[in-house]
C-alpha cells in the first residue's frame, strides 16, 4: 500500500515537472531499508526521484515518500510504530523489538526525541496540526499521532493517514 502511495506521488511530481518548466527524467536510487519483512521485493528499495533533462538545470526533484523518512534507513512505518510500542515497554519487549526488527535501545530513544522535539517543532507539523480537532499531545507523540487517526479502521490505511501528515507537505 506504502509502494502505491509513492508512486501516486512520484506521478504527481513527475507531471508537475522542474521548476525552470523542463521535463523530469527518471533518475531512482537504491536504498537499504532495514525492518522489513525479509519478504519484500526488490521494488521497496528503490526511491523515487527525478532529474531536470534541461541542459544546465539538472535539478532533482525527489518527491515525498510514505515508505521512506528522510534520510533514515528503517522504513517510515517503523520509525513511526516502534516508538509507540516503546510506551509502557519492558526488557522482555525490548529485546523482541531488537530481535525482531534489528533496532537498539538508544534507535529507539532517538526516535521518540524525533517525534517530540525534531518534528513537534517543523514547519510541516506546525502547518498541519490545526487540522485536528483534538489536540495531539506532543509529549506523547507519536503514539498521540497515531490515535488522532483512530476513526481509520482498518490499519494499514490508518498508517499512511499519518505517514502522509508527516511526509507530505501542505499544498
Not at 502511495?5 to 537499504?32: F, I, M, N, Q, S
Not at 519484500?40 to 533533462?53: D, H, I, K, Q, T
Not at 525490548?94 to 522535539?117: H, I, K, N, P, Y
Request: net charge positive; charged share 30%; proline share 6%.
Amino acid at each position: 500500500m506504502l509502494l502505491k502511495c509513492d508512486e501516486e506521488l512520484a506521478t504527481e511530481a513527475r507531471e508537475r515537472g522542474c521548476e525552470c518548466g523542463g521535463v523530469l527524467h527518471t533518475a531512482r536510487y537504491a536504498r537499504k531499508p532495514r525492518g522489513g519483512p525479509d519478504t519484500l521485493g526488490p521494488e521497496m528499495n528503490v526511491r523515487f526521484s527525478f532529474c531536470c533533462a534541461t541542459e544546465g538545470c539538472r535539478r532533482r526533484v525527489t518527491p515525498p515518500s510514505l515508505r521512506f523518512l528522510d534520510r533514515k534507513v528503517f522504513f517510515a512505518v517503523m520509525v513511526l510504530l516502534v516508538p509507540v510500542l516503546r510506551d509502557g515497554l519492558t526488557p522482555e519487549r525490548m529485546g523482541r523489538l531488537r530481535e525482531r526488527f534489528q533496532v537498539s535501545e538508544r534507535t529507539v530513544r532517538r526516535w521518540v526525541r524525533f517525534w517530540r522535539e525534531t518534528f513537534a517543532s517543523s514547519r510541516t507539523w506546525q502547518a498541519a496540526r490545526g487540522r485536528f480537532a483534538t489536540p495531539v499531545r506532543t509529549e506523547a507523540m507519536p503514539a498521540s499521532l497515531v490515535e488522532a487517526f483512530s476513526h481509520i479502521s482498518d490499519l494499514h490505511e490508518r498508517m499512511a493517514a499519518v505517514l502522509k501528515v508527516v511526509t507530505v507537505s501542505p499544498g
